[in-house]
């Protein structure tokens, strides 16, 4: 008998996209198990002989897990594919990875730095979701300094949208009388969560760029270059 996994575990280890994102495309009737519609999230299936849809593709469990790092550069969008053509971050590893693989979580288009690919669900939930409160740490360029009073509140926390942000830390790495540069590490990741901080407290942010996701950092890697992380990386993402 083969293993029994949670469907939507088991469509993240294919490789199809993360388990959060498998559990919103069982809810939304796109998956088949042996043909019928599953929609409930406590489906089990065993594998090797449960045949799985996704929209009506069979796929399949491959074991050759991919995990990369990506110095995203401005101008590429998170994401495989854009009602508008944009180019997207799996143009810039497509050439050499021909399995298909996915963005663990995302950054804005005109933000750079650190990102991981991979086709493995796992990996990507574990660094994605909220419990584990996975540090990322960013280098931001402001459009004008902010005074200690306002750094202090984006170290407490402030109000962006409906949500209070959780303490960040903040270090002033560079501050003139026109702009200043900061890094600041956050816990969540809201949308556009940086930017919409440093507009709470009154500056503008004019350049982003993460530089490392928990201990991994983005190093010297090229803007616009890729590697594979170490299994030192991997395991330690993997077991935050
Ligand atoms: N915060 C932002 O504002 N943008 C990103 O891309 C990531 C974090």
New binding site residues.
Partial sequence: MGEIVRLQRYIAMCGVCSRRKAEELITADRVKVNNQIANELGTKIEIGADKVKVDNREISYRSKLYHIMLNKPKGYITSSSDQFDRPTVIDLVSQDIHSRVFSVG???YN?EGLLFLTNDGDFAYKITHPKNQVEKT?IASLKKPLAISEINRLRRGVKIDDYVTQPAKVEILDSKTNKMTIKITIHEGKN?????MIEAVGSEVSE?K?VSVGTVELGNLPLGRWRYLTAHEVNYLKNM
């Fill in positions: 995302r950054l804005d933000t960013y556009r969560q940086v930017r919409k982003l993460r």
